[in-house]
């Protein structure tokens, strides 16, 4: 038995079923490559893998998960206008996603720039879920390839940071049609408000859920030198805004990770 069968995910989605059309497979390499060869599957395709053998990850990394302990899958959305348009689209994506966790029960969960799904914790945040967006265009028009990968229960090996499962923000034995659902019911609202009115007006909901406002952090970005500074959140567009000692700035890419709690003093 497969973990997602599609008959059981379409009674889940009751009157959204229609938006959307599933594929499930027992494994692939990726679910967001093998939704990008797909270039004439609908808007609303989801492509969901129990196993991935080559997942990818945000700037070139890859992204390990095991069958029993994880939701993988992409959802492709087209949009009319140009690229530049979508800005922020991935931050909103995280907010449908805790949206999402935060209806079914889901406890402590919060977004870190750009798009990472911690679990809030006195010893440290953890990553409970990651979201890759690709984008391609033609003429008038662009499509989203949406990747996501939550962890149901939190991995083993070696990570890159400290990681956390559903189980550990009150969701423990989530069914995955259920979470599944909840999650691409959530996408499907937010990404109607995205396509009308841009990330402004997702951007307060994504405040809310900041969980590093004004800390001190470290940008990491391979084209720049580090950067410290506090984290004042996210403009519009959503850049990040960071308080340096040479003043407010925006920006664009990068990671974040924060610093020991030194009194940072700007004049
Ligand atoms: C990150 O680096 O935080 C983003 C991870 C995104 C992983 C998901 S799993 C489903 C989809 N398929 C992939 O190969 N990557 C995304």
Not at 150 to 162: E, F, R, S, T
Not at 219 to 228: E, G, N, S, Y
């Amino acid at each position: 038995m497969p973990l997602i069968d599609p008959i059981l995910l379409q009674a889940c989605l009751g009157e959204l079923a229609g938006r959307f059309v599933v594929d499930a497979l027992a494994v692939c390499d990726s679910t967001s490559s093998e939704l990008l060869r797909r270039a004439a599957a609908p808007s609303g395709m989801v492509v969901v893998a129990d196993r991935q053998t080559a997942g990818r990850g945000r700037r070139g990394r890859s992204w390990l998960s095991a069958p029993e302990n994880s939701l993988t899958f992409s959802l492709l959305w087209r949009f009319a206008g140009s690229p530049a348009r979508l800005g922020g689209l991935s931050l909103a994506v995280g907010v449908a996603l805790v949206r999402a966790l935060e209806s079914l029960g889901g406890q402590g969960i919060g977004l870190k720039w750009p798009n990472d799904v911690l679990l809030a914790a006195a010893d440290g945040d953890a990553k409970l879920a990651g979201i890759l967006v690709e984008l391609a265009s033609s003429r008038d028009r662009c499509q989203a390839v949406i990747g996501i990968g939550l962890n149901l229960a939190p991995p083993v090996g070696q990570l890159a940071q400290p990681a956390a499962g559903l189980d550990q923000a009150g969701l423990p034995g989530i069914d995955r049609h259920t979470l599944l659902a909840a999650i691409l019911g959530q996408l499907a609202a937010i990404l109607d408000h995205f396509a009308q009115s841009g990330f402004a007006a997702v951007r307060a909901d994504w405040q809310c859920r900041h969980l590093w406002q004004d800390r001190p952090v470290q940008l990491v970005d391979a084209a720049a030198a580090p950067l410290t500074g506090l984290c004042r959140g996210v403009d519009d567009d959503g850049a990040l805004l960071l308080e340096t000692a040479s003043g407010l700035q925006r920006i664009v890419s990068g990671d974040l990770s924060l610093r020991p709690a030194v009194q940072m003093v700007f004049e």
